[in-house]
């Protein structure tokens, strides 16, 4: 049994879109980050970064596992399984970079665009417009990908997608009036959401948690 601990975030997302393809057995435990509850001492014992989503693993040997951070999870559900990842290979190392890409780049530039355009109640025009234009430029290096490959590790779906699909649903919802138009000028990454989107894993993956 897997214990996940998320939030309705697009990070929090993708852990249950991987438990979801895998059709792993898990329970859900509610980390309210609104309410700061990720800062709670239990939570910080399994989660040192204080941030959403970790998991315990209760089977394996010596002990349950406690780990954090969502590439990390993903690459270990992908490793524990056997799929979504090539044991090796350029396939195995383009998916890597392409999630490597998603966590270090199109999530945390999305977040800090969201929190500036949309959620501050002060707006500040220097901050918006850089994390715009660097939303922007990332969602331009997504399209550029997506019209070469099927998908973002290559002609396989992966734990790449995964990462980056809740991600790029929040660039043209949540964020849609400040990254005008971003899918009507990148069929790429439009055909890309509609064949991921359309799994239904990924739908499922997509409510958790329910609130």
């Known amino acids: 049994m897997i ?11 993708k852990v249950p879109i991987m438990l979801e393809e895998l059709g792993l057995e898990y329970e859900v435990r509610l980390v309210n980050i609104g309410k700061n509850e990720q800062f709670s001492p239990e939570y910080l014992a399994i989660s ?20 954090f951070e969502s590439g990390a999870i993903l690459t270990y559900l992908a490793e524990k399984s056997g799929r979504f990842l090539a044991s090796s290979g350029a396939a195995r190392y383009k998916t890597l970079e392409w999630l490597h890409w998603q966590i270090g780049g199109q999530g945390p530039m999305l977040g800090q665009l969201g929190f500036f355009a949309v959620r501050s109640s002060e707006k500040s025009e220097l901050a918006i417009k850089r994390f715009t234009e660097e939303g922007e430029r990332l969602l331009n290096v997504m399209e550029k990908r997506l019209s070469e490959t099927a998908y973002l590790g290559g002609d396989e779906y992966s734990i790449a997608d995964m990462a980056a699909y809740p991600w790029t649903v929040a660039a043209t919802t949540f964020l849609k009036d400040v990254l005008v138009d971003s899918l009507a000028t990148r069929p790429g990454m439009k055909r890309w959401m509609k064949a991921v989107g359309e799994r239904p894993a990924v ?3 997509m409510q958790v948690p329910k609130v």
């Open 203 to 205: 739908q499922r993956g």
């Open 3 to 13: 214990t996940l601990y998320t939030w309705t975030t697009p990070n929090g997302r």
């Open 48 to 67: 040192p970064n204080n941030k959403i989503p970790a998991i315990v693993d209760q089977d394996v040997d010596g002990g349950p596992l406690a780990i």
